[in-house]
């Protein structure tokens, strides 16, 4: 596709049930970025990765959260036993090569989760 | 530590000229990024600086000085569509951006 999808749009879930948000990225994107936004508030970096790899788990809040990514592709993110503070919007951007000087991240449209 | 700083909230008048200023600490400093994002929508991407100096796209242009840690995103000619959250990030000394909260622009008829 021309450029980031992310779905669903919209998710609203019970406390502790497990969700599954989807990233498709730029095609021929190498790196792919999770990112978390609570109302108002700037971007939380979460996970990163190269081809199917992630180097940086750093910014994963708890165990809860896990992601992976397939055929350099796609990257599902998975958030078990969902609290109510898991309520955020959750952005994806893909770029071409994060070695590159002027390497560009592009953002997905979102999935806003909402932790009932 | 790291840190990117923006003023959290702006108004500005249709027409006029808006300077939303970004100041950071980092280690290392390897470009510095604006994005725009409007309520409920995705960032997209503004302007890149890695050198000094001044970058001139149309009505924004954004500014650069290294030694300072400072940047600004100037906006001219602001046209209600411009109301937006302008989102300053920095790359350190890896890929990763480290980003600011954002500065949320008000503009008035």
């Known amino acids: 596709g021309a450029g980031v999808s992310q779905s669903p749009s919209n998710k609203v879930t019970e406390k502790g049930k497990d969700v599954e948000l989807r990233c498709d990225p730029i095609?021929?994107?190498?790196?792919l970025y999770w990112y978390r936004q609570s109302l108002g508030q700037g971007l939380e970096f979460l996970i990163y990765?190269?081809?199917?790899?992630?180097?940086?788990k750093s910014g994963l809040p708890s165990d809860r959260f896990s992601a992976e990514r397939t055929g350099g592709s796609v990257s599902t993110l998975t958030i078990q036993r969902t609290q109510q503070e898991d309520s955020a919007v959750y952005l994806c951007a893909s770029s071409l090569n994060p070695a590159g000087a002027t390497d560009t991240q592009y953002f997905g449209p979102g999935t806003r989760l909402t932790v009932l | 530590g790291q840190n990117i700083d923006q003023p959290t909230e702006m108004t500005a008048t249709e027409g006029a000229i808006v300077q939303i200023n970004c100041t950071y600490q980092?280690?290392?400093?390897?470009?510095l990024f604006w994005y725009q994002q409007h309520a409920g929508e995705a960032p997209t991407f503004l302007s890149y600086n890695v050198l000094d100096g001044l970058e001139e796209k149309g009505r924004f242009s954004s500014f650069l000085s290294r030694s300072k840690g400072y940047s600004y995103l100037l906006l001219k000619e602001l046209q209600m569509k411009d109301s937006a959250s302008y989102l300053c990030?920095?790359?350190?000394?890896?890929?990763?951006?480290?980003w600011g909260a954002g500065t949320k622009l008000i503009i008035k008829p």
């Open positions: 980092t280690s290392g400093f390897n470009g």
């Open positions: 990030a920095v790359r350190g000394s890896n890929y990763q951006l480290i």
């Open positions: 095609s021929g994107h190498t790196a």
């Open positions: 990765f190269q081809g199917n790899s992630a180097p940086d």
